[in-house]
């Protein structure tokens, strides 16, 4: 786990910067009033399942799961899609 601490941040694109998206936001400032921790990895299809006992990257209709989300595939050492 990596620790991000609280504070005041500039988020969002730099006026002038090519690599900014269409649908990013103007550089503006947001307030972390806690310190929090963030995964420093990408979290594996087998470990979603295991804690959260759910799998929102696939769908079932009347057969085999249909991957969803655009997913490149499904297996255990995948990264998990479908959430935020």
């Known amino acids: 786990m990596i620790s991000n601490a609280s504070g005041t941040y500039e988020v969002g694109c730099k006026p002038g ?3 900014c998206q269409l649908d990013s936001p ?3 400032s947001v307030q972390l009033k806690y310190d929090y921790l963030v995964g420093q990895t990408e979290v ?3 470990l979603w399942l295991r804690v959260m ?3 929102p990257w ?3 209709l009347n057969g ?4 969803a989300c655009g997913t490149s595939g ?4 995948l ?3 479908c959430v935020s």
């Open 26 to 28: 103007p550089r503006h």
């Open 44 to 46: 594996s299809q087998d």
């Open 53 to 55: 006992g759910t799998k």
């Open 17 to 19: 910067l090519i690599k």
């Open 74 to 77: 499904v297996g255990d050492n």
């Open 79 to 81: 990264p998990v899609v």
């Open 64 to 67: 085999p799961p249909i991957v």
């Open 58 to 60: 696939t769908r079932t």
